[in-house]
């Protein structure tokens, strides 16, 4: 079996498996117990990402010449706090009948300390035009990695709501840094963060209209639009790509996202008003 991702990453309605704010909500039913040698591992591997995330963003930003390394390292290791606590908080209030985290897990949070350690270079936007090619080959880099968890769970058959969740917020958190690099590299508009404010928007909405966290089926559809999505803002880090081509390649990768997006929640609100 793998884990449970029906899936792929990107910006998408709720799955009705459990949310992030599902993880933090004090009304959700606790599940047994995690095995301790899993929640060990957790926290060790945690534990190490918190360095790794702020030597990475201090490494980095000292390589562009920066100033200010060490305020780069700071945001990293403090996003990678928040990421971590809320990744070991959802271990114990999801059901993850497992007696060891699994590699595809510890994947998905090392995946998550690249993440912060980019998302910490923000704090010094002077660097990311010199970093070029090297900005743009880590962030492909991390987009891979989500490949290798994904063939991780499926070869050692842990599967669990927990790595789901963790999978799918990871991918929402990198969708999210990748379009905040692309603003501060002057490719697009702050109309583009957008596109990673869309899943959190979404969750909150859900509180207000219930129907919106109905599940829905897998899609290839959202697989290749998440594909297309990720690929894309990529691409925007790319020294070569500026100016106008910049400005389309981002206002197409919006609207598409956008439209899939729309298409399912209306597709929910269907759902909710179809008899029976």
């Not at 591992?41 to 360095?51: I, N, T």
């Not at 697989?223 to 100016?243: K, N, S, T, Y």
């Not at 206002?251 to 597709?267: G, K, N």
């Amino acid at each position: 079996m793998s884990r449970q991702k029906p899936r792929k990453i990107g910006i998408e309605p709720c799955d009705g498996v459990l949310t992030l704010g599902d993880m933090m909500h004090s009304d959700t039913p606790l599940a047994p117990p995690v095995a301790p040698q899993a929640m060990r591992q957790a926290w060790v591997v945690v534990g190490a990402s918190l360095p790794l995330a702020g030597v990475g963003a201090f490494g980095l930003a000292s390589h562009a010449g920066a100033e200010h390394a060490m305020a780069a390292a700071l945001l990293a290791g403090f996003m990678m706090v928040l990421a971590g606590g809320l990744a070991l908080h959802g271990l114990r209030r999801l059901s993850y009948p497992h007696s060891r985290l699994g590699l595809c897990n510890i994947v998905t949070l090392l995946r998550g300390a690249a993440i912060a350690a980019l998302a910490g270079l923000l704090i010094v936007p002077e660097t990311l035009t010199v970093l070029g090619y090297l900005l743009a080959g880590l962030a492909a880099c991390v987009l891979a990695l989500d490949g290798v968890d994904g063939w991780a769970a499926r070869r050692a058959g842990l599967s669990s709501r927990f790595g789901a969740r963790l999978d799918v917020e990871t991918d929402v958190a990198f969708a999210l840094v990748m379009a905040a690099l692309a603003v501060a590299l002057g490719k697009v508009g702050p109309w583009f963060l957008v596109l990673g404010l869309m899943r959190p928007a979404f969750l909150l909405a859900g509180h207000i209209w219930p129907w919106m966290h109905a599940p829905l089926g897998p899609s290839q559809r959202r697989r290749v639009v998440a594909g297309v999505q990720m690929g894309g803002q990529v691409c925007l880090l790319m020294p070569m790509l500026e100016g106008a081509l910049a400005q389309g390649v981002g206002l197409t990768i919006l609207c598409v996202v956008l439209a899939s997006f729309l298409y399912d929640i209306r597709a929910l609100r269907a759902q909710a008003d179809a008899p029976g």
